[in-house]
Structures are given as structure tokens and as C-alpha cells.
Nanobody, 113 residues
Framework: VQLVESGGGSVQSGASLTLSCAAA????????MKWYRQAPGKERELVAH????????YIPNSVKGRFTASRDVVKNVVFLHMTNLKPEDTARYFC???????WGQGTQVTVSS
């Protein structure tokens, strides 16, 4: 099982980014996929959840209205779409399958004001 996140970068406030999580060794429709972020000195925070069968999404209030999740089942990739980015969104972003302690290297997002 392998996860490779990509798409991060350094942007200014108000910008948009789409992160990708390429999964290998399992099918993303077989389980829910979650996006987390972690900033230095802070706890890991859930920012998106997409269910396995129906691709229903859950976005916590902290980022609701700005973040959405989607997936490409053919490519076995999960996406995190982020808009109107703010400096407090600066963190390393990770994806992980529900029920598996499997993590990629993450992708860094840095938002400057």
C-alpha cells in the first residue's frame, strides 16, 4: 500500500490549490479516504473525508465552504480542492485510508498574507 501526495506549494492569501493523493495497492472505492493537515506545533486536523462506495464527502466547519474533496476512480486518485486560502491553512497535508495506518510523505502548503 502506498500513498503519494502532491500539488502543494507557496501561494498568497486568496489563492486556490488542488492537492492529489495517488493510491497504490488498494482501491480507493474500497474504503473512505481522509485528508488531514498538520502545522508545526499543532495537532493533526481532519479537513476532508470522502466515503468509499458513494463518494459522499464530509468537510468540517473549520474549512467548510472553502475545501472540497473528489476522486478519480479510474486513476485511483483522491483530490483536495482548496479555495480562498488563508495563512492559517499553512500546514503539511496528508491523505490516508480509513482503517489503515498508512500515510504518505505529505505535501506542504504555505500561504502568505
Amino acid at each position: 500500500v502506498q500513498l503519494v501526495e502532491s500539488g502543494g506549494g507557496s501561494v498568497q492569501s486568496g489563492a486556490s490549490l488542488t492537492l492529489s493523493c495517488a493510491a497504490a495497492g488498494f482501491n480507493i472505492t474500497s474504503t473512505a479516504m481522509k485528508w488531514y493537515r498538520q502545522a508545526p506545533g499543532k495537532e493533526r486536523e481532519l479537513v476532508a473525508h470522502i466515503s468509499g462506495v458513494l463518494a459522499n464527502t464530509y468537510i468540517p466547519n473549520s474549512v467548510k465552504g472553502r475545501f472540497t474533496a473528489s476522486r478519480d476512480v479510474v486513476k485511483n486518485v483522491v483530490f483536495l480542492h482548496m479555495t480562498n486560502l488563508k495563512p492559517e491553512d499553512t500546514a503539511r497535508y496528508f491523505c490516508t485510508p480509513n482503517g489503515m495506518d498508512v500515510w504518505g510523505q505529505g505535501t506542504q502548503v504555505t500561504v502568505s498574507s
